[in-house]
C-alpha cells in the first residue's frame, strides 16, 4: 500500500514538472526576401503552404525570440521580407513617402512568437504541450485506477 502511494506521488510530481518544461531550441521562422534571387516568386504576402520554404532555425540571430513579416517597402525596395529578430518590432501598418517617390506605399509589421507563425495564418500549438498532458494524465488515470 505504501509502495503504491509512493508511486502515484512520484507520478503526480511528474505531472506536475512536466508543465514547467521549456524547450531549449531557438524559434524557427520563415525567412525570406521576396526580392531575393532564391526564392523570386515564393515569398510574397500570403505563404499558401504550397511553397518549398519551411520555418528555419534563428540561432544565428543572438536572443531570437520573434518571428516578423514586413511588407510594403524596405530597403529601398517593395515586396515582403519575413526574417528573425531579438526584439519586438510591434503589428502596425504606415504609409510610406520617401523623397523621390512619387507615390505613397503602405507598409506593415507583423511581430509573432512562435514556431513559423510569420507565414499568412496561425502557427501549430506547441507539440510538448500536446503529446506532455495526455500522456502525463493517462499515466495518472492508469496508476490509480488499474495497479
Known sequence: MIARDCHIGICALL????????????????????T????????????????????ESCDYVYGAQYCVKHIGRFEGGIGTKRFCSPVHMGNYC?????????????TCVFTCSGDGCNLAISSLPNTIYTWIMPMSSLIIWRSLFYT
Request: charged share 20%.
Open 15 to 34: 505531472v506536475i514538472l512536466s508543465l514547467f518544461v521549456e524547450t531549449g531550441h531557438s524559434i524557427r521562422c520563415y525567412q525570406c526576401n521576396s
Open 36 to 55: 531575393s534571387n532564391e526564392y523570386p516568386f515564393q515569398c510574397n504576402e500570403f505563404l499558401t503552404g504550397d511553397e518549398h520554404l519551411q520555418p
Open 94 to 106: 504606415d504609409y510610406v513617402k520617401q523623397p523621390g517617390d512619387k507615390l505613397t506605399y503602405r
